[in-house]
């Protein structure tokens, strides 16, 4: 039989950093909350949680790196919400911190969550950050948190 190996999500005495975005701060600050109650919920403490607020999706990646890069963290999580309007903003931005946050992962070997909503709409949005309903702040965390567990078990 094949070796599987799985994280799990058990926060121990891991760090974790998070990178929010202020821009459409209602819904980021949803995911936000979703994101630290997971954290807390699975045995994260409080001193172990750092957040950086950026201004907008943009500036995730640039900041998830140096955070990603300073050694205190085990894995960060990336939360925003990039909604479209009326001009092609929305795809420049939502591939420019898509493509970004993955390069980061790559180049530093940390794990880094993708909890950043692309939407149609800001209903959708709120929708998608809702901890009742979707809550894919607290998703982001979930998958921090399965990520450090993997790759412990992975060495």
């Known amino acids: ?3 599987i190996h799985e994280g ?3 926060g121990g005495r891991h760090r974790f950093g998070v990178v929010v975005s202020k821009f459409n701060g209602t819904v980021t600050e949803e995911l936000l ?3 630290l109650a997971v954290l807390k919920e699975h045995g994260v403490r409080e001193e172990d949680i750092e957040i950086a607020k950026v201004p907008g999706a943009f500036e995730i990646p640039l900041t998830a790196k140096r955070l990603a890069q300073s050694g205190a963290f085990h894995a960060v ?4 919400a990039v909604i479209r309007g009326e001009t092609p903003h929305f795809e420049y931005i939502s591939q ?3 493509q970004g946050i993955a390069q980061v992962m790559l180049e ?3 794990p880094i969550s993708f909890g950043v909503l692309t939407t149609g709409t800001v209903p959708q949005a ?3 950050a ?3 309903r979707y809550d894919r702040g607290g998703d982001a965390a979930k998958t921090a948190l399965e990520m450090v567990g993997l790759l412990k078990n992975l060495k």
Do not use: N
């Not at 999580?77 to 925003?80: K, N, Q, S, V, W």
């Open 96 to 98: 420019a911190v898509s």
């Open 1 to 3: 039989m094949a070796k």
């Open 8 to 10: 799990d999500l058990k």
């Open 126 to 128: 709120v929708h998608r």
């Open 33 to 35: 909350e979703g994101a």
């Open 77 to 80: 999580i990336c939360l925003g």
């Open 108 to 110: 530093t070997g940390i």
């Open 130 to 132: 809702d901890r009742k």
